[in-house]
């Protein structure tokens, strides 16, 4: 059972480019997250997802956009990088409790 | 929106010490309360939860916490920390909606 998994772990991006981060559940919850996590900071909320079709924003959206076609995926875009979304991100999905990814680690320079 | 306060941004302990970790949230209904732990390098994972019944709710590896309604509080205890417990501790609060928000982060330091 592989949980929540993320690709990539590790990547570095220049400023103006896009990318998107993958997040896949296989726990077929229909709660799942992506959030950022900076020092000292804590986790912030980006966007979640109640379910397929159905995304809504959290605390700090700007300069993201989300999809989820699918129960199991909630990729998370990046379209135009910029160094302050240099972070760690990280996506989890609920059923009772969350459930975390590994994590991916972005530096946008 | 509800808001989560962590007081405590860095604690140094030593072996055998005894642990709490403070936690408020902003939010006047009915609650979900989580504690979460991240070691070094890791992703989080769950200490503890609270929904409902008793306000004393035990975890993993000997960690417990309690909720004080009254107070908006839900602080970590741990009789004898171990140097393994070093890690940063995350509370969370789910009020009832579909996100959740977390505190900043304790990040604890046990000393062998």
């Known amino acids: 059972n592989a949980g929540v998994t993320q690709t990539p772990k590790f990547r570095i991006l220049k400023i103006g480019q896009s990318m998107t981060l993958q997040c896949t559940q296989d726990?077929?919850?229909?709660?799942m997250y992506w959030y950022r996590q900076d020092p000292g900071m804590g986790l912030k909320l980006i966007y979640y997802?109640?379910?397929?079709?159905?995304?809504d924003k959290g605390e700090v959206p700007n300069g993201y956009n989300v999809s989820r076609s699918t129960t199991e995926d909630f990729p998370l875009r990046l379209e135009l990088a910029a160094p302050s979304q240099t972070s760690v991100y990280f996506c989890a999905s609920k059923g009772t409790v969350q459930y975390f990814g590994a994590g991916t680690r972005l530096s946008v320079l | 929106a509800q808001s989560v306060s962590q007081h405590n941004h860095h604690v140094i302990l030593s072996e055998a010490a005894s642990l709490e970790l403070g936690c408020n949230y902003s939010?006047?209904?009915?609650?979900?309360l989580f504690w979460y732990v991240q070691y070094p390098g890791q992703h989080l994972q769950l200490l503890l939860k609270y929904f409902s019944g008793d306000p004393l709710v035990k975890g993993i590896k000997g960690f417990e916490a309690e909720f004080i309604k009254s107070k908006f509080s839900f602080n970590l205890r741990k009789p004898s920390v171990q140097w393994s417990d070093t890690a940063e501790y995350f509370c969370?609060?789910?009020?009832?909606?579909?996100?959740?928000?977390f505190g900043a982060g304790t990040r604890l330091t046990v000393k062998p």
């Open positions: 969370a609060v789910n009020a009832g909606n579909n996100d959740m928000r």
């Open positions: 997802s109640v379910g397929a079709g159905i995304t």
């Open positions: 726990m077929n919850h229909n709660y």
């Open positions: 939010y006047g209904g009915t609650v979900n």
